[in-house]
């Protein structure tokens, strides 16, 4: 038989549990929002950088081309196949440029992996307080 008193008790156990669960959860939305934050701070950074990137090659490039084409002329080079031999080595530099900047922005590296991993450990633990 269950007496006013146990019921007391599992109320307040209940009312316990829920407050618990109310403040686990708020920790984990706090955790996700620095995480999100630390995410974001993170593509700021990868686009600055992919902008600075493109922005300072141009003038680097014109100045290298100008120099291979140069040598690649002094050497014995036709001028048209200089020039092309530059451009194609001004495009495999592009290339390299624009794959680092687009790594820094795979998904992959921006999950909040973290508030994932703690929620699933949240929903493990909320699932044994309920049983």
Known sequence: MTTKT?????????????????????NEVDLAKAEVSAKVQQIGVAVGLFAAG?????????????????????????????????????????????????SRLDARNLAPRETLSQLEKDKETVKGMVR
């Open 54 to 102: 493109a922005i300072l090659v141009i003038p680097a490039i014109v100045m290298a081309l100008m120099a291979v084409s140069a040598a690649l002329i002094a050497s014995g080079w036709s001028q048209p196949m200089s020039y092309l031999m530059s451009a194609v080595g001004a495009g495999i530099l592009a290339a390299i440029l624009f794959l680092v900047g687009m």
């Open 6 to 26: 146990d019921l007391r008790t599992i109320s307040t156990l209940l009312g316990d549990a829920f407050s618990q669960f109310a403040k686990l959860f708020q």
